[in-house]
């Protein structure tokens, strides 16, 4: 349950009447604080007994973004039949004052659901309908991180531990391991928040391994001097004396050796804190991690005032403009400790586009999960063949968007693609461009990374010069 439901994605639905031997379902769900951690499915009998229940195949999904937000849904449903709705909290302490109300063919009695605390829990109801059975798929084992306590049936889907020693301790990690591994493949880090641990992020990047081939580290920080799992990106003393650069440099080179991955396509990305330790890992272990992507992270002080990487690695940034935790107007506090002290992320930005040597950078708008400004900066004079990108989200609070997993891959892809495959019986010599399109599929003329399409049904990411 903990991937089925961390990657639901809403669909708003709204319908005015139903068909005859339909109901109209509705159900308004109010998020409480830590909104992003709230989620629930409606799914009926058959789907849930007979297959396995996903994003793909739910009535209603839903995940949270803002915090105190109250959003409706509608749709129509059989009137004869089970349903079960399954809610569930990534953190694990409940929805924190979040709840929904379903109405069933407008009764005046509409029933309110609340996760009170825990991490899953199911409500089922019939609509004339006699009681169904239900099982629950899920984890049994108490010892793994994604235990579900309520779960009768094993899904094969539990998480253990896993332990590297490191700086006299014995440091937490994932790892995941899609079905296909290719030899040489890429490795990617992904690295919680401040307060998070790294089971918090499994599920992130999943379906993109599953589709390329590449392995996902998900690892847990430390305490601070504060009693708080956290990354010490460069912070000062007074915050933090962890080693994660020499723990998170030296599990990657583990890792590489261990599962034959590549050294030249291992990279970092992470939220908040994870963000911030991303452009640590930029600035102080740019030989390992060979691209960075921070989500609603930033530099900390520290790192702005001292980096001077031995190498020069592509760069990526996703800032939400209401995000009030890590604001991206560099107006960041806790300045003593090792938070602040950077300037706004456009200022960031420029400063990584300088030492690339990027001439050239264009804005586009695109309609994700959110209305986001990307800037591209290329015609960069270092990493030639690739370029940074900023990605600012119109509304977006402190929060891991949607759009997140697929951007973060397409700009590691810029140094991961893998090689392709012509089909036999098209010579290259007979091989024509069909159609070039941007990286939503659009079709373009303009610079920068485009994919071309050729006549013999293969592509190839290309970087198009003016």
Partial sequence: MNKLLYLIIIPFLTFSQCDENEYLISISSTTGEWAYEMAWGLWDYNTWATGNPSPENQIIGFLGTNNYETLSFETCIPDTGCYIIAGYDSYGDGW???YIVVNVNNTKTPVTYELEDGTWEYWTFEVNSDPCEWEIPGCTDPNAVNYNELATIDNGSCITTLLFDWDKQQREYFLYIPDYLQENAPLVFVLHGYYGSGDDMIGIL??????????????SGLTDNFGTNHWNANFNTSMSTVDDLGFLSNLALYLQAEYNLSPEKTFACGMSNGGYMSWSLACHAPEIFKAIASVTGTMSGPDWNECNPSEIVPVMQISGTNDGVVPMDG????????WGGAPDIYTIMNYWKDIHGCIDEETVNYQFDYSTDITQYFNCSINTSTELRLYVANGMGHTWPNFADAQIWDFFMQLAALPLEIEEGVSENNKSVIKTLDLTGRETDKTGFNIKIFNDGTAQKIYQAK
């Fill in 96 to 98: 924190n004052d979040g």
């Fill in 331 to 338: 107006s960041m506090g806790y300045i003593e400790e090792g």
């Fill in 206 to 219: 999943q379906t993109q391994a599953d589709e390329h081939g590449f392995a996902i580290c998900y690892p």
